[in-house]
């Protein structure tokens, strides 16, 4: 049977986790059996009447008995596991709960967008019907597609990758703090897009990282033989004025646009039916065109697409005038239905990429997607393996991402990682127009690829130090000098900003990691046996490790150093962008409730970004401080 546009109730039940009774579907079509499959991986303790984004519910609302008994039978035979509860279309008489976050979804049998940003905890009490009240945030997976086992289902429900906070280190015993550039930007445009609509950030959503190099900031064009300049600056640390707060800064040579080589693009579309949004697939073909206002006849445009199986939309295209006409009739014709076979997609788009590529030019596949692969190659760790291999073709990627609900914003990210690639969420035309117009020379000019920092401490200047953010970009003090480890890329005129919070005193000095002794007295950490201290004014050194863009892996990296001196500035006397990029790392620190935020809030956010705002012509950072105001 099929439901079409009408408000239909689904009764719906979850063994031992979830049970959504009556949930009306607005505006959705579905041309596959009525049966559905709904599970999660925990049981949630309470129930209770509410209402989430787009939803009102009653306590009137409940199950159909035979969907209770159903849960009852299968809570028994498997508690606290996966369950899996088919609903029949019998029950769909039952009172309707209209649902904004219901999407229109075309055949294969693929079930309704639902926003898990809102679902709280619920209790054991099944068979109630109730929908959550909103306002909280559960990682609460809805897995589709009826027949499969739960590890190959598609889910429903925006997935990140875990992050843990790096901590402070001494430098006696870890003197160096290696790490992978990283240009992307999509976290924090994700994290402004849930503020704005009032919805609580995950924090695992939070990588600081990102959020900082969302902005630009005015550091001095390269001077000598090398791609970028370093800039760094020292003051004292305004979430903890004892302490002292180290900007390091990079700047990647400007490209002027006319002198901007040959392009070869491949833009990757997913069309399937879980981009049948307006805030996808239409907002993707809308920023598709804005970058190809900015090609010109020695560019070339492919589109490969891609839903239960992938195909070419368009030939390899030179964007002159009647080939501008003809890729734009074929971004225009694309409709979204089906499976999504990502793998499959990928492999095509690099294949078109390799057999046209432009020697000197910039060779880029563009993918853009919600993430939500579910036929094919779907695992995380195949997909990054695959992409892994295919970057080794000397072809460059940028993934885009698109929607809420079904964000795979953790294998989206990974596979940028390991693509020499960059990633950026939209959200708007307008951050479209950030990417693709205002940004297009950084986000698609590579200048400098395997761009590696490490910083050795002075153990007699710095008692300990942090990294703020970076967490999944860290490397082994091993990797800086191999040119076989992959690191991130600068573009032409990009930023990049990271930020180190620093304990200052001798390491030597400073307490040992271990809870004070009850029998005896507790001395200050020893210095190792047969190290000694050079004296030095020096606070630490930052070192650089790239590659031109054209290298392989077997190419040697060039490596250069540059000392730094603390200049004992307090962070009131710093620049504006210390000002500014400080305050958007504690709103960071602050979002994802670290322990490390020290005696900052959103107050202390709101005054540096203020005074870190500059002339902003963009009107980026005013929109920062609007965001501020919305956070709690």
Known sequence: PSVKRRGYGIAAGVAATLVVGAIGVDHFTRDAGFGEQIAMNEIPPTISEGSGEGASVTPEHTAPTGV????????????????????????????????????????????????????????SKIGTGAMPRGGEYTDYHFYRNLGRSPKDQSVIGDRYGALTDNAFKSPWKDPLSTFSVDVDTASYTNVRRMLQSGKVVPKDAVRIEEMINYFAYDYPQPEGKHPFSVNVETASCPWNEKHRLVKVGLKGKDIIREKRPATNLVFLLD???????????????????????????????SIVVYAGAEGVALPPTYVNDEGRKAILKSLESMHSGGSTNGGAGITLAYKMAKKHFVKGGVNRVIL?????????????????????????????LSVLGFGQGNLNDSMLEKITNKGNGNYFYIDSLREGRKVFLDDMMGNMVTIAKDVKIQIEFNPSKVSSYRLIGYANRMLKKEDFKNKL????????????????????????????????????????????????????????????????????????????????????????????????????????????????????????????????????????????????????
Not at 369 to 396: C, H, I, P, W, Y
């Open 485 to 632: 480890i992959d690191a991130g890329e600068i573009g032409a005129g990009h930023t990049v900003t990271a930020l180190y919070e620093i304990v200052p005193g001798n390491a030597a000095e400073a307490a040992p990691e271990v809870d004070e002794l009850k029998y005896q007295e507790n001395k200050p950490q020893p210095k190792p046996v047969g190290r000694k201290v050079v004296d030095s004014p020096e606070m630490m050194t930052v070192k650089l490790a790239y590659k031109q863009p054209e290298a392989t892996k077997e190419t040697e990296s060039t490596y250069f150093s540059k000392a730094v001196v603390d200049g004992k500035k307090t962070w009131q006397q710093a620049s504006e962008d210390f000002k500014f990029s400080s305050g958007v790392a504690l709103f960071g620190m602050l979002q994802r409730q670290s322990e490390y935020a020290g005696q900052g809030d959103y107050a202390l956010v709101r005054k540096l970004a203020e005074q870190g705002r500059g002339e902003d012509e963009k009107g980026h950072r005013t929109e920062f401080s609007d965001i501020v105001r919305k956070a709690k």
């Open 68 to 123: 209770k008994e159903e849960i009852r039978k299968q809570a028994n035979q498997k508690p606290k596991l996966l369950a899996n509860v088919v609903v029949s279309d019998k029950f769909a008489s039952a009172s309707p709960i209209q649902t904004r976050g219901m999407a229109l979804i075309r055949p294969e049998g693929v079930s309704a967008t639902l926003d898990t940003q809102h679902l709280p905890s619920m209790n």
């Open 368 to 396: 853009g997607t919600d993430g939500d692969f579910n036929v094919g190659v779907t695992g995380d760790e195949s997909l990054v393996n695959m992409v892994e291999r295919e970057a080794k073709s000397g072809v460059f």
């Open 271 to 301: 069309v399937s039916g879980s981009m049948n949004r307006q805030d996808k697939l239409p907002l993707l073909v809308d920023s598709m065109k804005i970058l190809l206002k900015e090609l010109n006849a020695d560019d070339s445009v």
